[in-house]
C-alpha cells in the first residue's frame, strides 16, 4: 500500500513537473520574442533618430555654410563701400590741393594755351572758377600769356564752386568739367574697380 501510495505520488509530482517544464519552456520562449521584438523595435527606432540627426546636422551645416557665405559677402561690400569712400575723400583732397591757388593757374596756363595756340577752331574760351581763386588765376595767366591769348579767355567766377575749374568754348554748349569733385569721382572709380578686384582676389 505504501510503495502504491509512494508511486502515485511520483506519478503526480512527474506530471505537475512536466507541466511546469513546459509552461517554463513557453514563458522562456514568449519572452525571448517579447525581448527580440523590443530590440528590434529600439534597433529601428534608433536608426530612425540616427537618419534624423544627420539630415538636420545636414541641413545646420548647409544653413551654417550659407550664412558664412552671406557674412563674407556683407564683410567685403562693407569693405568696398568704406574703401570707395575713403578713395574718394583722398582722391578730392589731392584734386582740391593740386587744383587751388598757383598749381591751378599753371595748370590753366598750359591747358589754355594747348587750347588757343593749337586749335584753331576755338576762337574764344570762358573758364568758370571759385571767386576766392579769380585773382590767383589773373595774375598767372597775366605772367604767362601773351595779350592776344589773355584777350580770347575769359575768367568767370563762381561763388561755392570749390576747387578746380570748368570750360566753356564760344558757341559750344558742352562744358568741360575739371572741378575737384568731377576729378575726383573719376579718378576714384577708376580705382574702386582696382581694388574691388584687388580684395575679390581677381
Same mark, same amino acid.
Given at each position: 500500500?505504501?510503495?502504491?501510495?509512494?508511486?502515485?505520488?511520483?506519478?503526480?509530482?512527474?506530471?505537475?513537473?512536466?507541466?511546469?517544464?513546459?509552461?517554463?519552456?513557453?514563458?522562456?520562449?514568449?519572452?525571448? &520574442?517579447?525581448?527580440?521584438?523590443?530590440?528590434?523595435?529600439?534597433?529601428?527606432?534608433?536608426?530612425?533618430?540616427?537618419?534624423?540627426?544627420?539630415?538636420?546636422?545636414?541641413?545646420?551645416?548647409?544653413?551654417?555654410?550659407?550664412?558664412?557665405?552671406? &557674412?563674407?559677402?556683407?564683410?567685403?561690400?562693407?569693405?568696398?563701400?568704406?574703401?570707395?569712400?575713403?578713395?574718394?575723400?583722398?582722391?578730392?583732397?589731392?584734386?582740391?590741393?593740386?587744383?587751388?591757388?598757383? &598749381?591751378?593757374?599753371?595748370?590753366?596756363?598750359?591747358?589754355?594755351?594747348?587750347?588757343?595756340?593749337?586749335?584753331?577752331?576755338?576762337?574764344?574760351?570762358?573758364?568758370?572758377?571759385?571767386?576766392?581763386?579769380?585773382?590767383?588765376?589773373?595774375?598767372?595767366?597775366?605772367?604767362?600769356?601773351?595779350?592776344?591769348?589773355?584777350?580770347?579767355?575769359?575768367?568767370?567766377?563762381?561763388?561755392?564752386?570749390?576747387?578746380?575749374?570748368?570750360?566753356?568754348?564760344?558757341?559750344?554748349?558742352?562744358?568741360?568739367?575739371?572741378?575737384?569733385? &568731377?576729378?575726383?569721382?573719376?579718378?576714384?572709380?577708376?580705382?574702386?574697380?582696382?581694388?574691388?578686384?584687388?580684395?575679390?582676389?581677381?
Amino acid at each position: 500500500m505504501a510503495d502504491e501510495l509512494q508511486a502515485l505520488l511520483n506519478k503526480i509530482v512527474d506530471e505537475e513537473l512536466s507541466k511546469t517544464e513546459g509552461t517554463k519552456e513557453k514563458i522562456l520562449a514568449q519572452a525571448k &520574442a517579447e525581448a527580440e521584438s523590443i530590440l528590434k523595435n529600439a534597433r529601428s527606432e534608433a536608426d530612425e533618430i540616427i537618419s534624423s540627426a544627420q539630415k538636420e546636422a545636414q541641413v545646420f551645416r548647409t544653413k551654417g555654410e550659407e550664412a558664412l557665405r552671406q &557674412a563674407s559677402r556683407d564683410v567685403l561690400l562693407s569693405l568696398r563701400s568704406a574703401m570707395d569712400e575713403r578713395i574718394k575723400a583722398v582722391a578730392i583732397a589731392v584734386a582740391g590741393k593740386e587744383l587751388s591757388g598757383d &598749381a591751378l593757374g599753371k595748370t590753366l596756363v598750359h591747358l589754355i594755351e594747348a587750347f588757343l595756340k593749337h586749335d584753331g577752331n576755338e576762337d574764344r574760351l570762358e573758364v568758370l572758377l571759385d571767386e576766392k581763386e579769380q585773382q590767383v588765376v589773373e595774375n598767372a595767366l597775366a605772367a604767362a600769356l601773351d595779350a592776344d591769348l589773355r584777350a580770347r579767355c575769359q575768367l568767370s567766377p563762381v561763388g561755392g564752386m570749390g576747387k578746380g575749374f570748368k570750360l566753356v568754348f564760344s558757341g559750344d554748349s558742352v562744358v568741360y568739367d575739371f572741378s575737384d569733385q &568731377a576729378l575726383a569721382e573719376t579718378l576714384a572709380s577708376h580705382l574702386s574697380g582696382r581694388l574691388a578686384a584687388i580684395v575679390s582676389g581677381n
